[in-house]
């Protein structure tokens, strides 16, 4: 199975700080077909998960242009440009190039 | 809008069986593959099961395999997920999400447990 490695673990920032999370993966993520399915979620204190990023670097309808992803193969970031109060919360990468479908460990992000 | 509804959750003991319903509107049912996710308490996410806009063909990973079955009727649009041979291992917060984990349920509970 592929192994999604997320850090740093935990995140401490403060308003209108940018922040970094790395998601490094144990195989390259990169499809016969061409594309890359490292996807980028985001779970507020109790709600369900919310899709930020798809494909690496395609921010999902609604999601604030703050938040950007990059990478290629086995190492993507995801960026958030100035933290705001309502980006608290867990994130996780995902990918759905090989089966089984696997998430990282998560990336906590608690604001100063 | 686009919903996802879970419903069907409870506390049953070992080895009992249990169906979760996911009941979806909004969006074209019949063309979407449904996915069903974990979070056991306190923990990460872990996926469970998916399953193509047909219904035809059906995806595990070993954790479930031979003990969940995932199925959509599409005149009705909705999913479910039968859970049978349930371990304490399984207690966690199930949620439905559509083709793209564009859309996710709120999640139901399930709790095994003598």
């Known amino acids: 199975d592929v192994v999604l490695t997320q850090t740093p673990p935990t995140l401490s920032a403060t308003i209108g700080q940018s922040v970094s999370i790395s998601c490094r993966s144990s195989?390259?993520?990169?499809?016969?077909?061409?594309?890359?399915?490292l996807n980028w979620l985001l779970q507020r204190p109790g709600q369900s998960p919310q899709l930020l990023i798809y494909?690496?670097?395609n921010l999902e309808s609604g999601v604030p242009n703050r938040f950007s992803g990059s990478g290629s193969e086995t190492d993507f970031t995801l960026k958030i440009s100035g933290v705001e109060a309502e980006d608290l919360g867990v994130y996780y990468c995902?990918?759905?190039?090989?089966?089984?479908?696997?998430f990282g460990s998560g990336t906590k992000l608690e604001i100063k | 809008e686009v919903q996802l509804v879970e419903s069907g959750g409870g506390l049953v003991q070992p080895g009992s069986p249990l169906k979760l319903s996911c009941a979806a509107s909004?969006?074209?049912?019949?063309?979407?593959?449904l996915n069903w996710i974990r979070q056991a308490p306190g923990k990460g996410l872990e996926w469970v099961a998916s399953?193509?806009?047909?219904?035809?063909?059906?995806y595990y990973p070993d954790t479930v395999k031979g003990r969940f079955v995932v199925s959509k009727d599409n005149a009705k649009n909705t999913g479910y997920l039968q859970m049978n041979n349930l371990r304490s291992e399984d207690t966690a917060m199930y949620y439905c999400?559509?083709?793209?984990?564009?859309?996710w349920g709120q999640g139901v509970m399930v709790t095994v447990s003598s």
């Open positions: 399953i193509n806009p047909d219904g035809s063909s059906t």
């Open positions: 494909s690496v670097s």
């Open positions: 909004g969006f074209t049912f019949s063309s979407n593959w």
């Open positions: 995902m990918q759905a190039t090989h089966a089984p479908l696997t």
């Open positions: 999400a559509s083709d793209y984990f564009d859309y």
């Open positions: 195989q390259s993520l990169l499809d016969s077909d061409g594309d890359t399915y």
